[in-house]
């Protein structure tokens, strides 16, 4: 058990008053992002990445990672009390929390959220623990052409398992990657794609990206969709709260098949959205309750959230071990690192065991201090909700914008922004999915170099991607990835003969 | 005015399209060819814009294919959600307004905030706002407006040291 030694370590990193006030600091400036519509964790985590710069890293990713736990806490109680999911990933939470809200219990539908939530994201810092060390032993044995196989099997994941139109999150994947690409090239130090524009010169930062894509993008689509609060009060008992923590252990089949989802959705780049509809749809299907699913059933809201947050913290792990984030936030998490001058990937077990440690041990009593704080805090943010959208709506786009404007105090980065921020919008609408994207920009330039890398030493030839067994079965399992979409539509037009009413049910939750 | 979600889907693949055009065409400008130190620098985006371009053509392809017949054959529509149920419109004309009245005074922020710094313009946006689309008194919204460029340079000049743009007001007063 040589993790256990190291993680004990990194609890001594974690555990000084200094970490545990920058966690509590995360976890109520995540608790905002995700509370209000508009911010969200990969947002809010960009937002923030600028004023890292100076910080220590091991502070720095605390705060971050404390962060994105409040922002999937947070996102969960505007789910419940008004039906407005502040999270992408907190949507399937709204199908049964918000009912049983409505039927007066919305403090036991808070407690049971966040009670499962906790134990998902447990669940999911205890896989990291056990299964880091050896992923990343694992992946010292990769030259380039596995790191391409690498990154070719998460976007060809994202193109086999997303529901939606296969094209259109190819064409998501390629133009993040394009961004990526846009200005100096690492090789040969010839400007790309900058079309004469000199500002494009530095590239387009992922932050500004971000920013714009679920920033902006985001904003628009509230006031899009009409900003209507019909929210339910919440009076904070604490007997119902040990009540309802009492009765979480009897739905402990649904907890451990959800987590399991969220674990497996979250290492691979299925991401915490993608993992709470599946599991909703899961335990939809297996429970024994499962038609009452939708009119306020606890299980309903135990099975998203415990996927959700599951999902939300393995993503963290291919991150650290690979160099491969598992989700937007995680992909915006990995850019920090970059910036910081860590390298993300198995190389950093070995050469800063304290910082990988140290955060992994701060995971686990962040999330713990994110499902007290969160509890705590829930009367504040009804409180702020009740706020009229014309009022939050500008104070969020000034954030946003200076946000983009502190990146790199240019102010053409606020017009890029604003951009993506349109760019955002219509995809958003249109069904383009916008993880892929960011993940794209983040790994475009690691992703080409281990392509060219691989070319070179192969002098030219594909060949190279299907020599070795371990680089052959990667690729094997990227291309019947990619051509899932195609092989579910002749199986579906096989079966639809016999039941047409059957066919469409597993893509739609 | 209505938009709707065909208009809306064609004319995405179509920008998209564009975009993946322009990135090949782009990339040529770098060579996309094998050169002696092996890929040229454009090879990799020139291949990326073909694939933008693949599959943007695609996108076009399935809106037209979804649109034209009532019940496309085959089991296609499984994988784009949408079915058989009656399309809603990409956006009506009040969102569309809204949304403008959203969009305009940021763009107006962000251009006058280039001319006279960052503070100003937040400031006179979210007097704006508070003025004109949240409807408050002239007093309160100043007062708003004074305070959200307080609490920034609090945070970002002294707390966080990131200096914003001050341009050339604040800069006559001495304030860097």
């Known amino acids: 058990m040589g993790n256990f030694g190291q993680l004990m370590d990194g609890f001594v990193v974690a555990l000084t008053v200094h970490h545990v006030m920058i966690m509590v600091i995360g976890v109520l400036l995540g608790l905002v992002v995700g509370v209000l519509p508009g911010l969200g964790a990969p947002n809010g985590v960009s937002l923030l990445l600028p004023l890292t710069f100076t910080m220590d890293p091991i502070a720095a990713i605390i705060l971050l990672t404390s962060m994105y736990w409040g922002a999937l806490f947070g996102g969960s109680t505007t789910s419940i009390l008004f039906n407005i999911p502040g999270e992408p990933s907190s949507v399937a939470t709204t199908f049964d929390g918000h009912p049983m809200a409505k039927q007066g219990e919305a403090v036991r539908a808070l407690t049971l959220a966040f009670g499962s939530a906790g134990f998902g994201a447990m669940v999911g810092v205890v896989v990291i623990t ?39 999150t190819l064409v998501c994947i390629m133009l993040g990657l394009a961004v990526g690409t846009v200005g100096m090239d690492t090789i040969s130090g010839e400007g790309r794609l900058t079309f004469g524009i000199t500002q494009l010169t530095n590239g387009i930062s992922f932050l500004i990206v971000v920013i714009g894509l679920f920033g902006i993008g985001e904003l628009l689509l509230t006031i899009d969709e009409g900003y209507k609060f019909d929210g339910v009060k919440a009076k904070l008992s604490l007997r119902v709260i040990v009540r309802t923590l009492a009765e979480l252990p009897r739905y402990w089949v649904t907890l451990l098949r959800s987590a399991l989802i969220g674990c497996w959705m979250g290492i691979t780049p299925g991401g915490p959205t993608a993992a709470s509809f ?232 | 005015m209505e938009i709707s979600r065909k208009t809306m889907e064609v004319a995405t693949a179509v920008l998209t399209g564009s975009v993946g055009a322009l990135i090949c065409y782009g990339s040529t400008e770098n060579g996309i060819g094998w050169g002696p130190g092996g890929p040229e620098p454009g090879y990799f985006p020139f291949g990326i814009g073909c694939l933008i371009l693949i599959g943007s053509l695609a996108t076009l392809v399935q809106t037209f294919w979804k649109h034209a017949g009532a019940h496309p054959a085959g089991g296609h529509s499984a994988g784009a959600g949408a079915g058989a149920v009656p399309e809603e419109p990409f956006i009506d004309g009040t969102r569309l307004r809204l949304l403008v009245a959203f969009v305009l005074p940021i763009v107006a922020m962000t251009a006058l905030s280039a001319w006279l710094g960052l503070y100003i313009g937040m400031g006179l946006y979210i007097f704006y706002t508070m003025r004109v689309s949240a409807g408050f008194r002239t007093l309160t919204s100043l007062a708003a407006a004074l305070l959200v460029i307080a609490v920034n340079f609090v945070v970002f000049e002294k707390l966080f040291m990131v200096p914003l743009l001050k341009g050339p007001i604040l800069e006559y007063f001495g304030i860097y």
């Open chain 1, 130 to 168: 056990l299964l880091s060390g050896w992923v990343a032993n694992f992946a010292l044995q990769f030259g380039s052409p596995e790191y391409f196989a690498v990154y070719f099997m998460a976007f060809a994941s994202f193109i086999g398992m997303a529901g939606g139109s296969p094209f259109k």
């Open chain 1, 278 to 509: 599946m599991s909703y749809a899961l335990g939809r299907r297996f429970s024994r309750r499962g038609k009452y699913f939708g009119k306020g059933e606890p299980e309903g809201i135990v099975a998203p959230e415990t996927a959700d947050h599951s999902a939300g913290s393995c993503a963290l792990l291919p991150m650290l071990a690979l160099g491969v984030p598992g989700s937007a936030t995680a992909a915006v998490m990995m850019g920090g690192l970059m910036i910081w001058g860590l390298s993300p990937g198995p190389m950093l077990f070995t050469t800063r065991p304290d910082f990988v440690w140290g955060l992994i041990a701060s995971m686990y009593l962040g999330n713990v201090i994110a499902v007290v704080l969160v509890l705590a805090t829930v009367p504040i943010f009804a409180w702020i909700l009740r706020a009229p959208f014309t009022v939050v709506g500008p104070l969020i786009a000034i954030v946003c914008l200076i946000g983009a404007y502190t990146v790199s105090n240019h102010m053409f980065d606020i017009w890029v922004a604003l951009a993506f921020g349109l760019v955002g919008y219509v995809f958003k609408k249109l069904d383009y999915p916008l993880a892929p994207f960011v993940l794209a920009v983040v790994l475009g330039d690691k992703a080409e170099d281990a392509f060219r890398q691989s070319m070179l030493s192969s002098g030219g030839s594909l060949s190279v991607f299907f020599e070795g067994s371990l680089v052959a079965t990667m690729m094997g399992i990227g291309i019947l990835l990619l051509s899932l979409p195609l092989l579910t539509t002749l199986f579906g037009a096989l079966f639809r003969r016999g039941d047409s009413t059957d066919a469409g049910q597993t893509s739609r939750p």
